[in-house]
């Protein structure tokens, strides 16, 4: 499975941010090794960078994500945007069920599982997160929580392109903490994802790319990546450097970098 990295903004850089940063990004990619090149890098800016960001990477391989959508199709939902919009403007994914919105914005699964069709319905792929507290850890519940908000936040059944939609696993204790679960740990994870996607989606779900998140840095994302179960990284707080962000998706080293 190609591996694909995915650069999560959150809310931060303004327009002029967001540009002088796809431009480093660039500079970096072309000077990267054959790593940089097998990887399929994504980038989910803010809403306002969005369109901006999309013609940026015009005729470039990278490609670009929302980080989040509306739940319904259109009309009087003030404040939202559509699946459609997003597709409009060239958006490929997007993040539905962050556990930023799940706590800050109060979505429910239901609510994860409708963004999805959504994006489905409209030539995205979703990328649907989930992952435990340090609670449902501590208490012994992470695959009981990790499996019921996976099938619960799934589009339903017969959603043409739901084939295509990729999982996160991101431990919100992990999250923005500098905290990562051990290779192992989120191997354990991966694997009991992979189990429940191919009992709910069959052939497709063995196919399913499932990403780890929290806390990934150029220094650890090697032993993240060479577990069996895990097929990409979504980066918060180390995707915000160009520099940094570059040596996560091509593993390089600072001597391959553009002065
Ligand atoms: P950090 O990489 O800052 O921990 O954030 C992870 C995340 O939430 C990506 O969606």
Known sequence: MRTLIVANWKMNKNLAEASQFIQDLLAIWKAGGPGAH????????????????????????????????????????????????LADIGCEYGLV????????????????????E????????PIVCVGETLGDRESGDTAEVVLEMLRSSLPPP?????????????????IGTGLTASPEQAQAVHAIIRDCLEEEMGEAGK??????????NPQNVKSILSQNDIHGV??????????????????????????
């Open 38 to 85: 097998s990887t399929e890098v994504v980038i989910a800016p803010p809403y306002t960078a969005l369109s901006p960001t999309g013609e940026a990477l015009t005729g470039s391989p990278l490609r670009l994500a929302a980080q989040d959508v509306s739940a319904h199709k259109e009309g009087a939902f003030t404040g939202e945007v559509s699946a459609g919009m």
């Open 97 to 116: 069920g962050h556990s930023e919105r799940r706590s800050g914005a109060f979505e429910s699964n239901a609510i994860v599982a409708q963004k999805a």
């Open 118 to 125: 959504q994006l489905c319905l409209n030539g995205l792929k």
């Open 158 to 174: 017969g959603t043409p392109g739901r084939d295509k939609l990729v999982v996160a696993y991101e431990p919100v204790w992990a």
């Open 207 to 216: 196919r399913t790319r499932i990403l780890y998140g929290g806390s990934v």
């Open 234 to 259: 979504l980066v918060g707080g180390a995707s915000l450097d160009a520099i940094e962000f570059g040596r996560i998706f091509g593993y390089l080293d600072s001597e391959d970098l553009p002065s």
